[in-house]
């Protein structure tokens, strides 16, 4: 009897993240507030206004996050090593789960989900996308090819000095939300986001010191 063909595991975790992902949308939209009880940055019962630091916020780093779940699952498949292939996942799970929630948001507010403004407008400091780089701290698509084409060490180190740079841009954008924000949501996320993301930029410059390398 011939044994059924065996799914990949990179499938399977993909699978689980989309799972996830898509069981907090369902939530979410459940429970999504109608605009007359949104919380909001001006009069009680407004939804966060295009321009607020909410919406800008929401949007950006779902972007942001996209590129570093991207790179998770890159360097997940590049390498063997248990610590760098458990970060990965962490931040797979964690960043999945969190764009989610901000996609979500950006639908209970029936703000779109892109914009044709430039990144960053909200923070007072619009930028100018480079070579695939769309924000700050965002690694460029030569770097991700890069990334792709590395494997063991290489793999590692690389991996970790990208998303040192990505996370410390991301925790400084997460910052300024957690101050200029208008709704509980945004603020409660983006400050814990900003915790997170600080205290990983430390076990990344500990784990690049083991493999020999500068943070």
Known sequence: MTSPARVPRSLVWAGAVVFVVAVGLVLLMVVRPSSASSP???????????????????RDMSVHHQQA??????VRDRTDDEDVRRLAYDIINTQANQRGMMLGWLESWDRPKSSDRPPMEW???PVTPSDGALMPGMATDAQLDRLRAAGGREAEVLFLELMTVHHRAGADMAQAAAGEAGTDEIRG?????ARAQESEISLMADMLKARGAQP
Not at 40 to 58: I, R
Not at 69 to 74: D, G, H, N, P, S
């Open 40 to 58: 909001g940055s001006g009069a009680p019962g407004a939804v966060p206004a295009e321009s607020s630091a909410d919406v800008g916020f929401a």
């Open 69 to 74: 779940v991207e790179m998770a699952f890159v």
């Open 123 to 125: 923070m007072g400091h």
């Open 189 to 193: 996320l983006a400050a814990g986001m």
